[in-house]
């Protein structure tokens, strides 16, 4: 019987690479590292990383699970996902787009921030501009940009401590105000 030998999280990194024609450069700054790290990481002249937010970033980018890595270690703490983020994938399954493409239809300085968002570690933006850009970016309808905008916004309103429910009558102005606004293309 032959013996089936586990592919190294290194070489893993470098096909997945080539099959895709990503330079080095461009995958650095979608997981948050150094081009230097990159090619040392391919070259396997440093280790791969055990750090979970770089196993996770690099996960994301390459559409595995961070446990199929095996210097991933399973977080004690169980990571919730926004169901905003489950739709942004839904988004990218229909569309058929890959994460890779998805990544560089952003300026540069956005991707890593998109792939925090992809793997839950960030949440939505509430600037409607740049939600706009991701919902447009994977053929959005403009009503359901709106609806992961509101609800992004009461988010960011409970956290800061107003109570929605109480100020049920202030809530419906102020977002069917903005919804007019957002809809009718002023922004």
Same mark, same amino acid.
């Given at each position: ?5 586990? @592919? ?9 690479? +080539? ?8 995958? !650095?700054? =979608? ?9 040392? #990481?391919?070259? /396997? ?10 196993? @996770?970033?690099? !996960?994301?980018?390459? *559409?595995?699970?961070?446990? *199929?890595? &095996? &210097? ?5 703490? $169980? ?6 983020? &489950? ?6 399954? @229909? ?11 952003? $300026? ?12 839950? !570690?960030? $949440? ?5 501009? /740049? ?8 053929? =959005? $309808?403009? &009503? ?5 905008? /509101? ?8 956290? !800061? ?11 419906? @102005? ?5 919804? +007019?606004?957002? #809809?009718?293309?002023?922004?």
């Amino acid at each position: 019987m032959k013996q089936i030998v586990p @592919e190294k999280s290194s070489e893993k990194v470098g096909k997945f690479l +080539k099959k895709h024609s990503l330079h080095k450069r461009d995958f !650095a700054e =979608m997981i948050g590292v150094t081009l230097s790290y990159v090619y040392n #990481l391919i070259d /396997e002249t440093v280790s791969f990383s055990t750090r979970g937010t770089t196993i @996770e970033r690099i !996960a994301t980018v390459m *559409e595995m699970n961070p446990e *199929e890595f &095996e &210097e991933y270690r399973i977080p004690q703490e $169980p990571v919730l996902i926004d169901e905003a983020v &489950e739709i942004i994938r839904d988004y990218l399954n @229909e569309n058929k787009m890959s994460v890779v493409s998805f990544l560089k239809a952003f $300026p540069r300085r956005k991707r890593l921030d998109m792939v925090d968002i992809l793997r839950g !570690a960030l $949440p939505l933006p509430v600037d409607f501009k /740049e939600l706009r850009l991701i919902g447009k970016t994977l053929n =959005m $309808p403009e &009503e359901e940009i709106y609806t992961l905008w /509101e609800n992004r916004f009461r988010q960011v309103l409970e956290s !800061a401590g107003m109570n929605t429910y109480s100020n049920t009558g202030l809530m419906s @102005e102020m977002l069917a105000c903005a919804k +007019k606004y957002i #809809l009718s293309g002023q922004d």
